[in-house]
């Protein structure tokens, strides 16, 4: 148990589905992220959160759109994704932004058919 | 932009014996982490060298930052099976907009 908690676990997906990842933090973090994690890649940074302002948005796709409604709590909201979007999606935390090591959460496993 | 190598990207080593690893950065880093995957499971923080030529040691592991402050390398003694894994390391730079980059990370196996 790392203290951060993702659900589901693993979701199957249509390309015309709509779907949420949670996140919840129990550790009293000020910063939340979003990883991508595929085969045979390093870990993507998608999304950083600090104080519940987004920070950092490294290009990602609009068909994936981040909602952090307060310092313990971190959305994923999926739409209309594509084969190549299946993948192990990990959330993490720090105490802050910059040189905080970081508690991953378990991910959630996507497979988009 | 940055990038953090690691090659290679798997290792087989027979349980007993030594086994090393290097993580090279192009541009100076401000600290080093490494994290550590099981199959199946999710990174998990090791532990962060921040000065230049830094050793630190956990049990039979043994971190090191480079003088330079753009490699590291992670030596484990007698290896074990419990060992295997995906060892990542992630480097902060040093410019403004700092943030973690990872490397691709390397696979080790371990034959009893």
């Known amino acids: 148990e790392t203290g951060v908690t993702q659900t589901p676990r693993h979701l199957v997906m249509g390309m015309t589905n709509k779907k949420s990842l949670k996140c919840e933090q129990h550790?009293?973090?000020?910063?939340m992220y979003w990883y991508k994690q595929s085969a045979k890649k390093p870990l993507e940074l998608m999304f950083v959160?600090?104080?519940?302002?987004?920070?950092e948005n490294n290009s990602v796709p609009s068909r994936f759109s981040p909602e952090c409604p307060n310092s313990s709590h971190l959305f994923l909201h999926l739409h209309t994704l594509q084969p190549e979007d299946s993948a192990l999606y990990l959330c993490?935390?720090?105490?802050?932004?910059?040189?905080?090591?970081?508690?991953f959460g378990s991910g959630t496993q996507l497979s988009v058919l | 932009g940055q990038q953090v190598m690691q090659i290679p990207q798997y290792q087989h080593v027979q349980e007993g014996e030594d086994f090393t690893t290097y993580c090279n950065s192009s541009?100076?880093?401000?600290?080093i982490q490494w994290y550590k995957q099981r199959p199946g499971g999710h990174p998990v923080f090791l532990i962060q060298?921040?000065?230049?030529?830094e050793v630190k040691k956990q049990k039979r592991l043994t971190f090191q930052f480079g003088e330079a402050k753009k490699n590291s390398s992670l030596h484990i003694t007698a290896t074990q099976t419990t060992d295997v894994g995906t060892y990542f390391c992630?480097?902060?730079?040093?410019?403004?907009?700092?943030?973690?980059?990872f490397g691709k990370g390397i696979t080790l196996s371990v034959r009893p």
């Open positions: 992630a480097g902060t730079d040093t410019g403004a907009n700092s943030k973690l980059t």
């Open positions: 550790l009293g973090h000020n910063a």
């Open positions: 993490a935390s720090s105490q802050d932004q910059g040189l905080a090591k970081l508690f």
């Open positions: 959160y600090s104080l519940e302002e987004r920070v």
């Open positions: 541009t100076t880093l401000s600290n």
């Open positions: 060298l921040v000065k230049s030529g």
